[in-house]
Every structure is written in structure tokens, then in C-alpha cells.
């Protein structure tokens, strides 16, 4: 982190950023991606940032998975024919 600090902040005050990057022992590549954050950021930007992401797009609002998961009480649907053990072939109830 310190070492990204000091070497956009000699880019900012006018130094070449290829002499900035071969003395950091750096790309050049990676000088440019620092002082962008370093733009849009401000002093933050260049430093590690987590790549998690920030929400789940597939998961389920909160209220829809509060129904979901909410038993069901009195009132079943469907699974009237199913039993919890699998049919004998040849033999009919």
C-alpha cells in the first residue's frame, strides 16, 4: 500500500510514469490502473479493495424467502398420492 502511495503521488507531482514504474519495479500498465484510482478515488483508490461482490444477483429477496420458508400449516397442496416410501412394482394399493 505505502509503496502504490509514494509512486502516484511522484506521478501526480509530474515525474514520467515509466521512470516511476521501472523504479517501483512495477508496469507501467499498473501505474496507469493506481493513478485512475487514484483520480476517481481519491487517496483510497490505489489501495487493495476486496472482490467480493457486493450482492448475490440470483438471491431471493428477503420478504419472498421469509414465505418461502414459512411452513405451511393446515393447508397442503399437492402430495396427497406420494407416500414416504417408494412403490412395490406389481403390487397396487
Known amino acids: 500500500m505505502e509503496q502504490r502511495y509514494h509512486s502516484v503521488m511522484e506521478a501526480v507531482s509530474g515525474a514520467p510514469v515509466t521512470e516511476v ?4 519495479g512495477v508496469s507501467r500498465q ?3 490502473m493506481w493513478l485512475g ?3 476517481r478515488e481519491g487517496i483510497a483508490g490505489p489501495a487493495d479493495h476486496s472482490h467480493r461482490r457486493r450482492f448475490q444477483p440470483r438471491q431471493l429477496y428477503a420478504e419472498i424467502e421469509v414465505l418461502t420458508c ?3 400449516g393446515s393447508h397442503r397442496h399437492g ?4 407416500t414416504s ?3 412395490v412394482r406389481g403390487v397396487h394399493h
Open 70 to 72: 414459512q411452513p405451511r
Open 79 to 82: 402430495g396427497g398420492r406420494f
Open 30 to 32: 499498473a501505474m496507469h
Open 37 to 39: 484510482k487514484y483520480q
Open 85 to 87: 416410501r417408494p412403490p
Open 21 to 24: 514504474a521501472r523504479r517501483y
